[in-house]
């Protein structure tokens, strides 16, 4: 991972405010190292932009991408899986 592998991606607030373990724990199976975070009102989510060995090595200059992340959870409701998906 190189500070050019930088994706954006969105969580839920409920999960931020919340459940704030399960969010570091999709963090760490990303193992991603957040640069940037917004709260989108209307939305009701957080935006973040952060590096990641998930996320494509873009070149300097190019506009940073968006990655859907598709968040499985085990039987106990606990993320267990997080797929990433560029737009």
């Not at 999960?15 to 193992?31: D, G, S, T, Y």
């Not at 996320?55 to 990433?84: K, M, Q």
Request: charge should be negative.
């Amino acid at each position: 991972m190189n500070d050019r592998n930088i994706g954006r991606f969105w969580l839920d607030e409920h999960v931020i405010r919340n459940e704030p373990e399960k969010a570091i724990a999709i963090f760490a199976m990303l193992k991603c190292v957040p640069v940037q975070a917004e709260s989108i009102f209307a939305d009701r989510v957080v935006e973040y932009v952060a590096i990641s060995d998930r996320f494509r090595n873009i070149p300097l200059g190019e506009p940073v991408p968006d990655y859907a992340l598709t968040i499985e959870t085990d039987d106990s409701g606990w993320p267990c899986l997080v797929t990433v998906t560029e737009y």
